[in-house]
């Protein structure tokens, strides 16, 4: 099955419903029901699995505050990271350095950076936004970063003699990003093509018990076997990403 606009999937879903032919969502009150669960629906197959049409490169927000010069903030529409690379080069000069930065699960964070020396020189104290103590060095480039709150972002060190803080222009990070959705005629929702039956059976299934009281057991089968299809699919190019316990849930 092709894409399909917002504005097809209502006009299929009337179709089954035995339902007045509209040219636009807001031709009447039923097709902008059936446009409304249209949305809920999709957000609910975003939700069930992560999908390759949603990941980018993410903007990550740097604080630029000196007294936390390590801490990036992380947008409320990131689902999860997959990776980040920060510019590591030393001198403007220089020629760009993406280096791959590590991540860590917390714990294993918080002994490493709490057993540097608290009166080297190289190292700051910082304190998190939980009251954590972090030992930061600043004499080097990032090498390690993780995350206690899913909302901020700490790295390891920062090299003071280039930047006061870890610079927002300096990141590269990418994973998964929920999607916006409008309720607009020629919309078509974010989802690979092979999706589509499963959204529109579902969508269909759900219409018929919001606004029939009925109950489409073919709809709801449908929608449970491309469910079911959908798990056992991969990647369309390569194997995909490899995966990891961290960031965004």
């Not at 069930?48 to 490169?57: A, C, D, F, N």
């Not at 010069?69 to 689902?79: E, G, M, Q, S």
């Not at 529109?200 to 606004?211: D, P």
Request: aromatic letters at 12%; hydrophobic letters at 35%; glycine letters at 4%.
């Amino acid at each position: 099955m092709p894409k399909m606009t917002i504005l097809s999937l209502t006009q299929s879903i009337l179709n089954d419903l035995d339902g007045d032919e509209v040219n636009s969502v807001d031709d009447t009150v039923e097709s902008a029901q059936i446009a409304s669960i249209l949305r809920d629906t999709y957000f609910e197959c975003i939700n069930y699995r992560l999908w390759p049409e949603t990941t980018k490169v993410i903007d990550l927000e740097a604080l630029g505050d000196t007294t936390r010069p390590t801490h990036v903030k992380l947008d409320d529409n990131v689902i999860r990271i997959d990776w980040i690379k920060y510019d590591t080069r030393t001198a403007v000069a220089d020629r760009l350095q993406y280096s791959d930065i590590i991540y860590m699960y917390p714990k294993e964070f918080l002994e490493m950076v709490l057993n540097r020396d608290s009166l080297d020189a190289t190292v700051e104290t910082v304190e998190g936004f939980d009251d954590s103590v972090l030992l930061i060095y600043n004499d080097r480039q990032p090498t390690y970063w993780t995350s206690f709150d899913d909302e901020y972002l700490v790295f390891d060190s920062y090299d003071r003699t280039v930047d006061t803080t870890l610079q927002e222009s300096k990141i590269q990070a990418y994973g998964y990003v929920e999607p916006t959705f409008v309720i607009r005629d020629t919309f078509v929702p974010d989802l690979p093509a092979k999706a589509f039956p499963y959204y529109l059976s579902t969508a269909k299934a759900k219409c018929f018990s919001v606004l029939r009281g009925q109950i489409n057991q073919k709809e709801e089968l449908i929608s449970r076997n491309q469910r079911a299809w959908l798990s056992r699919q991969k990647f369309k190019v390569g194997s995909g990403l490899r995966t990891y316990d961290y960031g965004r849930k």
